[in-house]
């Protein structure tokens, strides 16, 4: 279940025919739902699981404890304002007060808060202020491209040398979309620990080296960096499923039909005309459309027009989420845990370790050393816990592990989820003062508050092609000889594209469902 029952109504019946069937409810349909029917356009979501959401939701896993848990997606950067104000959203975001911690020995270094406290720390690890200055020259060129880059997303395609143009820095440039990031992250910085903080976000969900010449690296650093033009990843107040469930209830009220428990299986299109064959649980259905708008996979989006499959997809890493009774000691003591856990806890990701850990995983076998990093939502939006949790003061811990390949799991799923999980908290127990363990509530039934998601479980649970948060891998945001204006078309012109598969899709972001909406109002004419 959803936090709010309100994603979970089903409404009346599908009508004949609607100007837009949108494939899928999570949050890129939902976006594109609201917009269309706030134009005046009729909308039918067709939504397969029992809830609105996707993966942005908020769930009970644990039996008997009361707290909200975003399950899947956890952080805001890249839904723009834009989309917040114009649709009206009753949904709101916390900054958090640290940006990052990273342990090393009995000390961390610690970014974030005051700045003379971040120098003071950078100049603890590494004996000069040369590294905090060179921090503070690399992320000043992001910002200052994330300013320009950023108001693009929700504007039509731009060309290349347009957006060249736009960011109008050529060494900037280059170190984002020219040479692999390694080169401008070993230029730039001496430090292996703050390589690694560098290069991480790069990696969140993307397997691929520093150095990787497909630059793959590179366009997931960029989603990290440029988020509403500050790169800020914020916390959702009232975890994910307050943002769909706000999107469910938007659309909704503009009129739109949202349909949980109906599945499409089946587009047929003359170019002008849809028609979209869906199961329910009491049997199958057809309707028509103007257009159809899939908020889904381009593996999902062939097989319902019954085209040859796209190269596969493969996620890359391990997601887990823990209820704590309170939160553990760290060896460093100069840093209370509520600040260090309240930032991104960075965990085995010097610029070696990260790079041991892939040539691991690219060898097919699981890294000695796992990298991941943690976050605690609840320092930050404690609204997630029930009234019993929180005067209980307990806590979450989202952690997010890299380079576990989905290849990693095909022989022995539940196997090597295991011995991954253990793998990964002997890399967190390594930089405390006791074990998480100790700290995990239990549920009713006396287990541990912990669960581990593979791509495997993702690609089941959610049907993200190979466990694919971003469905396939991301595009840099602007457009290709030969593409279409927002990003979104396919080879049918009344058929679009609106999920993380789109161009500029990935994240949380509602930005394909709002180009998807803009390309269907724009009309062909556009």
């Known amino acids: 279940m959803t936090a709010s029952a309100s994603a979970s109504v089903p409404s009346s019946a599908p009508q004949g025919s609607y100007d837009a069937v949108i494939v899928g409810g999570g949050h890129n349909g939902l976006v594109a739902a609201a917009y269309l029917a706030r134009a005046g356009r009729s909308v039918l979501v067709l939504e397969r699981l029992g809830h609105t959401g996707g993966a942005a939701v908020s769930t009970r896993p644990f039996a008997g404890v009361d707290v909200r848990l975003s399950r899947y997606s956890y952080l805001v950067s890249l839904l723009p304002e834009k989309i917040v104000r114009e649709l009206g959203l009753r949904f709101a975001v916390r900054k958090r007060s640290v940006s990052s911690y990273t ?7 610690l970014v974030g808060g005051d700045r003379e406290r971040t120098r003071a720390s950078f100049a603890a690890l590494t004996g000069s202020e040369r590294e905090y200055e060179a921090w503070e020259a690399f992320y000043g060129r992001t910002a200052r491209a994330a300013r320009r880059i950023f108001p693009t ?53 993307t397997f691929a080296d520093a150095h990787d010449p497909s630059l793959l690296q590179n366009r997931c650093f960029l989603y990290h960096v440029i988020g509403n033009g500050t790169g800020d990843w914020d916390v959702p107040v009232g975890g994910m499923g307050a943002l769909t469930d706000a999107l469910a209830d938007v659309a909704r009220a503009a009129g739109a039909t949202v349909l949980t428990d109906h599945e499409a299986t089946r587009i047929e299109t003359d170019g002008s005309h849809a028609e979209v064959t ?9 309707t028509g459309a103007g257009h159809v708008l899939v908020n889904a996979s381009p593996q999902a989006l062939a097989a319902l027009l019954g085209d040859p499959a796209p190269t596969p997809a493969e996620g890359a890493q391990l997601k887990v989420n823990m209820v704590l009774t309170r939160l553990p000691r760290l060896r460093d003591r100069s840093v209370d845990p509520r600040e260090a856990f309240s930032g991104t806890f960075h965990i085995a990701e010097g610029y070696g370790e990260l790079a041991a850990a892939h040539a691991e995983a ?26 019993e949790a929180a005067a209980r003061g307990y806590q979450t811990l989202t952690l997010f592990g890299l380079h576990a390949p989905a290849r990693l799991f095909a022989a022995d799923p539940d196997g090597a989820r295991d011995a991954l ?24 039934d006396g287990r541990p508050c912990i669960e581990a998601k593979t791509p495997l479980d993702l690609e089941r649970e959610l049907r993200l092609p190979g466990g694919h948060i971003f469905h396939r891998d991301l595009s840099f945001p602007y457009g290709e000889e030969g593409g279409g204006r927002w ?40």
């Open 421 to 444: 999980l253990k793998a990964t908290l002997a890399q967190l127990d390594a930089r405390l003062d006791e074990p998480i363990a100790d700290c995990l509530a239990r549920d009713a």
């Open 153 to 205: 997303l929700t504007e039509p395609l731009p060309t290349r040398d347009g957006l060249r143009a736009l960011v109008d820095d050529a060494e900037t440039w280059d170190m984002l979309f020219e040479q692999p990031l390694g080169v401008a992250v070993e230029k730039h910085f001496s430090d292996d620990l703050v390589r690694g903080v560098v290069l991480t976000d790069g990696l969140i969900g």
């Open 278 to 286: 869906y199961r329910t649980p009491d049997g199958e259905g057809v």
């Open 487 to 526: 990003g979104v078309e396919t080879g049918r012109p009344n058929i679009l594209l609106c999920g993380a598969g789109a161009v500029r899709g990935g994240g949380v972001s509602g930005v394909p469902g709002h180009n998807a909406a803009m390309a269907v109002l724009e009309g062909p004419a556009g």
């Open 103 to 109: 342990p090393y020995g009995d000390s961390g270094l």
């Open 362 to 387: 690219a060898a097919g076998r699981l890294p000695a050393a796992p990298p991941s990093e943690i976050y605690c939502h609840t320092l930050t939006d404690p609204s997630i816990l029930g009234p």
